[in-house]
């Protein structure tokens, strides 16, 4: 017991912010000295891990979890750096209980902020989190109404923002909170449902972009120092066409990504960059971008394989290539790329060294991708091909017969089925 009391005081909280916060506060039995130890920590995790702890082998109505919650905040005191809160579905009181949590937490000078809610219903923020959240670093919420104010100047510290299922009426405001926040290096936004509205992602400084979900279009501005951006679409409106922010959407969003070195597209993105004078190379190019990832990309459809062609043409030290197929249908039309000369002379990829194609299906298509990417890479190594779980056997090794057929640039190249 005595050299758990003489534990330097820096030792007893690396210790008590590896636990979870039920064991933390348990450890308060140890001896005196650890009695109020755990008051003090840094980082406060009251995660889902916390709450199901606290309802394992119980019965709901025998503990309130936002009672729980608010004394753990209550007998906290010092600075916090780190506050993660789980919301479950709650009645219209509890709610605003959990709201003056999270303002105490503000109060003691958090920088790291993290809120789910659970269930169907979102939590709605406080109003004063837009004022009294100056010094956050960090912010992270799910399942939340996210409606910043009309006049706003910005959280001048935030460096990583990450929005998931957040019911935002308006992306205008988004738009704005996301260019106000001028320090933002990292920005994550998924499931968003605005199929009626464009967002435009406005940040100097952003290094890492990440978007998702339902809306008519994006827009890219002031993101020169952009190093990796993921964009995934999960539906178009009708006559997305007439709507468009621009008549050359594809090289609006790539004309300025002069440092991106990872790019994953999916979904109908690649119907917003089709056109009808389609590039076959962008200019500038992309000459840092070293790994693709395109994710359900149909390859028996023309646009959206010369849209991928035109980027991987723009991407001279292009290193890894990865792709999920996806068919909306069972017909199997003709193959997009012929054995063209032009098809291969302006297209050396000199640097690509692992593809990998997912949901392969057999299609002619894909196969003529493949011997595209043969042809054209000196120093490839891997070849991965992941067929589609209904590929019947006979398929597959009809498949992999004609791989092994195809002229290959590299002497190293392996072909093989996962």
């Known amino acids: 017991m005595d050299r758990l009391t003489d534990m330097p005081d820096n030792v007893v909280e690396a210790i008590l912010e590896c636990l979870p916060m039920r064991d933390a506060v348990r450890t308060s039995v140890l001896s005196k000295k650890w009695q109020h130890q755990w008051e003090t920590v840094s980082r406060l995790l009251l995660d889902y891990v916390f709450f199901d702890s606290m309802y394992r082998r119980r019965k709901p109505p025998s503990i309130n979890y936002v009672t729980v919650v608010k004394n753990i905040m209550l007998q906290h005191h010092g600075n916090l750096i780190k506050f993660v809160i789980y919301i479950p579905d ?47 670093t960090q912010l992270k919420l799910s399942n939340c109404v996210f409606n910043p104010p009309l006049v706003f100047n910005g959280f001048l510290n935030l460096k990583s923002l990450e929005l998931s299922s957040i019911m935002c009426p308006n992306l205008e405001r988004l ?41 008519k279009s994006v827009s890219l501005k002031g993101i020169q120092d952009l190093v990796s951006l993921s964009i995934y679409l999960e539906e178009l409106n009708d006559g997305f066409e007439k709507d468009m922010p621009c008549k050359d959407y594809m090289l609006h969003i790539f004309g300025m990504l002069r440092k991106i070195k990872y790019l994953k597209l999916g979904g109908y993105i690649f119907d917003l960059f089709s056109s009808e004078n389609f590039p076959r190379k962008l200019s500038p190019g992309l000459d840092h971008l070293n790994k693709i990832v395109a994710f359900s990309i149909d390859l028996g459809r023309v646009k959206e394989v010369h849209c991928l062609l035109c980027l991987i043409r723009s991407s001279p030290n292009l290193q890894e290539l990865k792709i999920t197929a996806f068919r909306e249908t069972d017909v199997d039309g003709e193959p997009l790329l012929q054995s063209e000369t032009q098809v291969y002379d302006d297209c050396f990829l000199q640097h690509l060294w692992s593809v990998r194609i997912i949901e392969f299906m057999g299609a002619k298509a894909e196969l003529k991708f493949m011997e595209f990417l043969l042809r054209c890479s000196p120093v490839l190594e891997i070849m991965s091909v992941q067929p589609a779980a209904d590929l019947h056997g006979d398929a597959k090794l009809e498949a992999l017969t004609e791989l092994t057929q195809y002229c290959r640039a590299s002497p190293k190249a392996r072909v093989f089925l996962e």
């Open 90 to 136: 709650l009645d219209c009181k509890n709610r605003a209980e959990i709201n003056l949590i999270v303002r105490c937490a503000l109060r003691n000078g958090v920088r790291e902020l993290s809120m789910e809610k659970a269930g169907n219903i979102p939590h709605v923020l406080p109003s004063f989190l837009f004022s009294a959240a100056k010094q956050l």
């Open 175 to 215: 738009s704005s909170f996301i260019s106000s926040c001028q320090e933002l290096r990292r920005v994550r936004m998924d499931n968003l449902n605005n199929l009626d509205q464009h967002l435009c992602v406005h940040a100097v400084k952003i290094e890492d972009l990440q978007i998702g979900g339902r809306f």
